[in-house]
């Protein structure tokens, strides 16, 4: 196998190892949001979510899309910010309450 072959390989590896964590954030994303509604806690703003999942399926990013580096990142904000609401101490806040 001559170095061009090799090189191709290990990008065609690299993008995919990139495209399943890509996808598995956006597994995980849906599921904690659908967790956090059915406990009654807020999920965040509502733009957040489907700002993410656009921008991981529309064709126009930040690099090009072998390279998942800003999908993932756009991914791992949205997650991060479904996170529920919290007291000041850390306690939880009763469902249907927001931060302020």
Do not use: C, K
Request: hydrophobic share 50%; glycine share 8%; proline share 10%.
């Amino acid at each position: 196998m001559d170095s061009t072959t090799t090189l191709l390989v290990i990008a065609a590896v690299v993008a995919a190892v990139l495209l399943a964590v890509a996808v598995g954030l956006l597994v995980r994303l849906v599921r904690t949001r659908r967790t956090l509604r059915r406990a009654g806690l807020p999920t965040g703003p509502r733009w957040v979510f489907w700002g993410a999942v656009a921008y991981l399926l529309l064709p126009t990013d930040l690099l090009p899309d072998p390279v998942y580096l800003d999908d993932i990142g756009v991914l791992l904000l949205a997650l991060r910010s479904m996170r529920p609401a919290r007291e000041p101490d850390g306690r939880p806040l009763p469902p249907g309450t927001f931060e302020s």
